[in-house]
């Protein structure tokens, strides 16, 4: 396992910055979306509605977006894809000011921002081996999810309450802003042209995209994490969907209870990223998110049974600490372990796979919710947090 960590000038320090940057508009647009859809119907389906159609696009252009991601400049696409999402969420905060906000407009946005964080993502994923050395790559993501983990929970969250005072589209119009900064900063990078093998004449995205699910099932351990990863996160689904409700409804926790949960959770993951490393280094990535796995079931089952608003805020912390240890050590296996130009397209893969469950959770814990009581999605997410694990231990030595 790596020690050395990456260097923060050049390259690394400002994509960092257009992570954390990023991250921080995010989480003032992820806290403030929740409470929107909850003020404007208190249907628990029509809430996870929202939050299925914000995973959505993963099943319909994900693996598109990986075999893009391959073939053009990355950095060129992020910053212009950045470009896109911040006129997206300008043109949102306009109509939410107008108060033209409604759950349609709601679920095309979180659509349309998905759709294009497909082509983003893969890209960030492929661009960062060329930042910094191989040796540093698994410090290198801690350091970016433990920045944008710290940018959410210590600067957004605590924002949001204070935001929301002027109005509710602020959040959204700052969210705006910060994809414009971050587009600025990827754009400033200077990269070589990745190297990639040269295309057979008639090569096609479908050709790629077959490429990239083939080399991804025939390795052993990308696949476990992937189908481990695919189960777990409908349960993740449900959690997010119903959230705000859980804690606004089923512990009466008002919208500063919400906050805080958020907060609880963003301050675990950054704890994580101090870990992770360390972690790695004493038992391998795949016993760590083994051993995540394990945690987060303990923490789920707590939140579902116990009707205490302290209960649930401790256990997303600590199921945000077991989080990013899962998260970092799984994109640094699929990075060390892909074919040199095609990390596009076996990230694509695996995040579309893996992803592909969380519509279905989302609107199965809407379901849950409504016939057995706001806290059954919780034991929901519990039961498949259970099974991934599960599909984990064949691996483990």
């Given at each position: ?5 990456p260097?923060w ?26 409470l ?11 809430v996870?509605?929202v ?7 993963w ?28 006129a997206l969420?300008a043109?949102?905060?306009?109509a939410?000011?107008?108060?033209h ?6 679920v ?7 759709t ?15 930042l ?21 929970t210590?600067?957004a ?13 602020v959040?959204f119009a700052?969210?705006?802003l910060?994809?414009?900064?971050a587009?600025?900063?990827i ?15 008639g ?17 052993r ?19 997010i ?10 512990l009466?926790?008002g ?19 101090l870990?992770?490393?360390?972690l790695?280094?004493?038992l391998?990535?795949?016993r760590?998110?083994?051993?995540a796995?394990?945690?987060?079931c ?10 205490e ?17 899962w998260n ?27 992803s592909?469950g ?30 991934s694990v ?5 691996l483990?030595?």
């Open positions: 396992m790596e020690r050395a960590g260097t000038r050049g390259g690394f320090g400002r994509l960092w910055s257009a992570a954390v940057v990023s991250k921080f508009g995010d989480s003032l647009r992820g806290a403030a979306m929740p929107l859809a909850a003020s404007l119907t208190r249907d628990p389906l029509l996870s509605l939050t299925a159609c914000g995973f959505l696009p099943l319909l252009f994900g693996l598109i977006g990986g075999a893009v991601a391959d073939r053009v400049d990355q950095r060129r696409a992020m910053w212009t894809v950045d470009l896109l999402r911040g969420m043109a949102f905060a306009v939410v000011a107008l108060g906000a409604s759950i349609a407009l709601l095309v946005v979180a659509f349309a921002l998905t294009l964080q497909t082509l983003f993502d893969n890209a960030a994923t492929a661009l960062l081996p060329q910094v050395p191989a040796t540093a790559l698994g410090t290198a993501n801690a350091r970016l999810m433990t920045g944008q983990m710290i940018a959410g210590f600067l969250a605590p924002l949001v309450p204070l935001l929301l005072l002027p109005g509710p589209a959040p700052a969210d705006a910060t994809y414009v900064l587009a600025a900063l754009a400033s990078l200077r990269t070589a042209a990745p190297r990639r093998t040269p295309r057979a004449a090569a096609t995205l479908r050709g790629d995209i077959k490429e990239g699910l083939s080399t991804l099932w025939a390795d351990p990308l696949r476990g994490l992937c189908l481990s990863a695919a189960l777990c996160n409908v349960g993740v689904g449900a959690l969907a119903m959230l705000v409700l859980h804690i606004t409804g089923w009466h926790g919208r500063t209870g919400y906050v805080v949960a958020l907060t609880a959770y963003g301050a675990g993951s950054v704890v994580g990223g870990v992770s490393g360390r790695a280094r004493a391998g990535r795949i760590c998110v083994f051993l796995g394990i945690v987060q303990g923490c789920l089952l707590a939140m579902g049974l116990v009707r608003l302290w209960v649930s805020v401790a256990a997303l912390a600590v199921f945000g600490l077991m989080g990013l240890v970092a050590n799984e994109v640094t296996l699929m990075q060390e372990r892909a074919p040199a130009g095609m990390l596009g397209r076996i990230s694509a893969a695996s995040r579309t796979l893996g592909a969380a519509p279905l959770g989302a609107l199965l814990g809407g379901l849950v919710a409504s016939a057995w009581g706001l806290n059954a999605p919780m034991l929901l997410a519990a039961g498949l947090f259970v099974l599960a599909a984990l231990a064949p483990i030595n």
